[in-house]
């Protein structure tokens, strides 16, 4: 069962990998991809409570994959989430007139402030100390405090930030019980 919740963590990573290709995504957009990867994290959750606590190289290959997967596959998971909970995205250009920069909403580097995020979150809870989620909750509002005034801002923040820090958790779930 070891074995097989490993493997479903690497499938899960390459799902995701996969669903940045724009020709593997289809007209439903990176959205359609966190139906495999939930279903995929829900499988590799019921093999992990199976397994018994992992060892050697196991063990390593269970700390890489989880903070691989907690960190790499939450987008299409938090873009589905934003599309069912019809978080409006406007673009700055529609909110600061012509000439203005356009984005995919107010809070920019999104994607890459959620890779971290999730990693630190997964690393936090393999390590055993789950203050450290609270610390970079904390990083993470204390720098976006000020854009949170932007239209629709801190809507998609909370969303976003409630659905990477509980996926990320999810994951780590994983890991904690293969290395239990």
Not at 47 to 72: D, I, N, T
Not at 73 to 82: N, Q, S, T
Not at 96 to 122: D, H, M, N, Q, Y
């Amino acid at each position: 069962m070891t074995a097989a919740a490993l493997t479903l963590l690497a499938a899960m990573v390459v799902v995701a990998a996969a669903g940045r290709i724009p020709v593997l995504r289809g007209p439903w957009g990176v959205s359609v991809i966190s139906v495999p990867v939930t279903g995929l994290l829900a499988a590799a959750a019921l093999c992990a409570r199976a397994a018994g606590p992992v060892s050697g190289a196991a063990q390593a290959a269970a700390y890489v994959l989880v903070v691989l997967a907690a960190a790499l596959c939450a987008d299409p998971v938090v873009r589905a989430v934003f599309t069912v909970g019809i978080v409006r995205r406007r673009s700055r250009a529609a909110t600061e007139g012509p000439g203005a920069e356009t984005g995919s909403g107010p809070l920019r580097g999104g994607l890459t402030i959620g890779v971290l995020e999730r990693t630190a979150v997964a690393v936090s809870v393999l390590a055993g100390w789950p203050g450290g989620i609270a610390v970079v909750m904390a990083v993470k509002g204390l720098a976006r405090y000020p854009e949170l005034r932007e239209p629709d801002a801190a809507e998609q923040f909370i969303i976003g930030t409630f659905t990477s820090v509980l996926f990320s958790l999810a994951v780590a779930g994983v890991g904690f019980l293969l290395l239990r």
